[in-house]
Each structure stands twice: as structure tokens, then as C-alpha cells.
């Protein structure tokens, strides 16, 4: 359904992603797992084009883009196709629960503002929200404006959810509010992507694991292989916590 | 000193009169200003080559050069210039029959674009980041993002920089007298000079433009409120749980 085939990406001079290939099926549920600045976000944001990457090709069902020549148009049918969750939430600050849930289906969508409530409310109960749907975001708490936000995703029905980071910025309770939302989605085969350091979450609920570090895919592979039995040397150095402790035979 | 007071209260009303005509210089100088001074600050944001350095010199011209020196010159310039116009097109009209107060729209919308278009950008400036991202990433376009989320939020807390704008602008037409329109301060000083009661025409001209600009911040403060409710409040003025 979706493929990155070959991404670079630079900074400046500091080349953050030295060609990079991702595929995502559809019911996929892929974490990106990686030390600080090795580019998962980057990565992340350049399938919606928050960032345009230098070089490479992105494949979407039947759209085929080259990223350099990408016109603003493939980018509008792009981010039409996709759904994005910030790690500092970016709630529409100037309008209610319920108005940042219906924007994108309103304005972007055409959709009339009858049903676009209706959807609304919908996505707003399925996370637990439907009390909160008056109240502007500078009332809501951390997790809730996640939540929130993850609804004003679901309801545009994406093809992919994009999660960068969706948890980093909150505390455990929260976090866990937020993980079960997604567990969720994920049992209903919603397709996402998700950038975290939630390790439990990578192991329950995806099927699909990327180490990424110093802009490349390192390795990836199903959970149990990676979170087990790390082939490269950096995901084992990276997962050194997590992983069960090699037993040390001495004679 | 006495203070003739039967001519103040007359003269205060009389004053009154010329209030119109200077809200209609404010509120002119404002709304041909505002598109301007958006264009402007939108220009500077984004970098736009050519364009970006053409602004930066005329706000730093306007800015650097007192409204006086500004009256002057386009008073002095502007008819001439309108007369060779109109000459070489071989139009009718008398340049020196067109109501000073053009000139005074003139004049006041180029000095307060300038100052616009900087608390307009730093206004824009002070929107995260993220807010535009988001709108982006649902599938809004740029135009739709800065309408609908990015411009009413940079407006709210552009509120209390405007207010200054304009009674700073409110009291800055006072000096559209030298153009010879009849304005709060002209309408004042004309009637002072019959009898040289200077003293309770100027402090008639003070209670006007005091009144004058209380109204103002007081509508601005409204404003303030009704459109920053979505607003955090921060400090004392939070409740505590």
C-alpha cells in the first residue's frame, strides 16, 4: 500500500536519512524503534511531506511520486490519504474538541457539517471523550488532548496513522490511557506507523519492528525476532535493557 | 489664571464635531493598511527574494522618519504631482478642489502600514509551529491553515499591540491640522483664536482625546476577552483546583 524507496534527507550539511526503504501493508501495525536522532521522526514526516525529502520515490496505491518533483498536488492527495499525531499533541487551539475533530472534514473534505458531526462524535466516544467535546484544548490534560487528537485522526479514515512519538510528553497514567486508544485500533486493523520508545507497546501490538540508527534501517523484522534475537550488533547494544540477559558460561 | 469656562464647555462641544473626522482618518488609515501590512508581513516570513528587502527598506524609512516630516512632504509634493497627472491626461479637474482629507488618508495609511506589518509578523510569529503542521497534515490548504487556525490566533495576541497602534494613530491625527483638515485639534485652536483663549483650548483638545482614547482601549479590552476565551489563563487569574 505504501512505500518509501530509497530516502535521503539532509539538514544543512547533516544528512539525517542515507537512503531509506520502508513497505507498509494495509492492517500493518510497524514501530519505529531508534536511538535519539537517527531519524525516525524525519522519516515520518517526510511521508506526509512535513518535510520534503532530497531524494527517493514514495509509493502510494496507485500514486507514484518522486519526492524532488512531488507537486503540490500529489502532496494534497498524500496527506488526504494519511493522518498525522504530533508528539506535542498541535490541537487547534482556537476551537473546541468537537471543531478540531470535525476541521479536516469540513474544510478539507467538503464534508456537510451535519455528518462531519456526527463523525465526530462518534471518533470522539471511541476515546472515551464525548464528555470533553465543548472544551477547548487549553482546558483539556495531556492526555486527553492526545486522545483528541488521535480522534481528529481516525475520523478523516486514513489510510495510514502516522504516530510520532505519541506518549513522550506524558506521564505513565496517561501513557497508558493513550497506548490502550491505539491497542484499540490496532485490533481493528487500523494501518499505523509509529515512531516510540514504549517498547511494551512495540512488543504487544505491532508486527512489524525497524531499528533505525544514524539514518538507516539497521534491521527489522516480527517482535518476537528482533526483541529475542537481534542479529546486528547496534540493536543489541540499543535493546541491551530489554532483551533477556545472555547467560554467561565460564569454565 | 482664569479659565473662561462658559468657552470651554462651547468650545468642547464644537470640538466634538471634528471627533468623526478623525475616527474616518483612524479608521481609513487601518483598513487600507491592514491587507498591506499582511501582504508585508507574510513577505518577510517567507523570504520572498526580492520583495523581502524592498519591505525591510520602506519600514525602516517610514519608521525612521517623524510623521511630521511625512506630512509636510506629501503635502507639499502630493498636489503638484496629482496636477502634472491630470494635466498630461488631459483631465478636467481641479487638483486644489480635492478635500485635504485624502492627503491625510494618504499620509496616515503609508505611516501606519509600516508599523502594521511589524506586529502583524511578529504576531504570526508567535503561532506554533506545530499548529500549522497539524492543519497541514489533515489535509488543509496553507490558505485554508492560516485563515481558519493560524491568523485568528495570531490576532488575539496581536490585541493589545494594535490597541497601541491605534490610539498612538488616534492621537497622531491631531497633526493633520498642518493640512488644513478640519480635525479635534484645528476645530479647537480656530475658535482659540478669536479671543486667544489658548489655555481651555488646549485642555478641551486633552479631554477629548483622553475620553477618545479610553473608549478605545476599553473596546479593545472587550475584544481581548471575547476573542482570547479559548485562552489559558495564567497566574493569579487561574483557579486552583
Known sequence: ?251 | MELDIKFMIDTFFLALTGVPVTLSITAAALLISAPVAFFMAISKIYNIKILKQIITAYVSFIRGTPVVLQILIIYSLLPSLFNTIIRSAGWNINVFDINPIIYAYIVFSINTSASLSEIFRSALLTVNKGQLEAALSIGMSPVQAYTRIIIPQALVSAIPNICNLTINLVKGTSLAFMMTVKEVTAIAKIAASYGYNYIEAYLDILIVYIILCSLIQLLFSMLEKHFGSYRKLTGAAQKTV
Open chain 1, 1 to 251: 500500500m505504501l512505500e518509501l524507496i530509497n530516502i535521503h534527507k539532509s539538514f544543512n550539511n547533516n544528512e539525517v536519512l542515507k537512503g531509506v526503504n520502508i513497505k507498509v501493508k494495509k492492517g500493518d501495525v510497524i514501530v519505529i524503534l531508534g536511538p535519539s536522532g537517527s531519524g525516525k521522526t524525519t522519516l515520518l514526516r517526510c511521508i506526509n511531506f512535513l518535510e520534503r525529502a532530497d531524494k527517493g520515490e514514495i509509493i502510494f496505491d496507485d500514486l507514484h511520486v518522486n519526492v524532488r518533483t512531488a507537486s503540490a498536488a500529489d502532496i494534497s492527495k498524500i496527506r488526504k490519504k494519511t493522518a498525522f499525531v504530533f508528539q506535542s499533541f498541535n490541537l487547534f487551539n482556537n476551537k473546541t474538541a468537537l471543531e478540531n475533530v470535525t476541521e479536516g472534514l469540513i474544510v478539507a473534505r467538503k464534508v456537510p457539517k451535519a455528518e462531519a458531526t456526527e463523525i465526530a462524535k462518534k471518533a470522539l466516544s471511541k476515546v472515551g471523550l464525548s464528555d470533553r467535546e465543548n472544551y477547548y484544548p487549553s482546558k483539556l490534560s495531556g492526555g486527553q488532548q492526545q486522545r483528541v487528537a488521535i480522534s481528529r485522526a481516525i475520523a478523516v479514515n486514513p489510510d495510514v496513522i502516522l504516530f510520532d512519538e505519541p506518549t513522550s510528553a506524558l506521564d505513565p497514567e496517561l501513557t497508558g490511557e493513550v497506548l490502550s486508544v491505539m491497542k484499540q485500533l490496532a485490533r481493528e486493523g487500523v494501518t499505523m506507523v509509529v515512531v516510540t520508545h514504549e517498547m511494551s507497546f512495540a512488543r504487544e501490538v505491532a508486527n512489524h519492528i525497524v531499528f533505525m540508527a544514524d539514518g538507516v534501517v539497521v534491521e527489522e523484522g516480527p517482535p518476537d525476532e528482533i526483541f529475542t534475537n537481534p542479529r546486528e550488533e547496534r540493536t543489541k547494544q540499543f535493546l541491551s535493557r530489554i532483551l533477556p540477559p545472555v547467560d554467561d558460561y565460564v569454565i
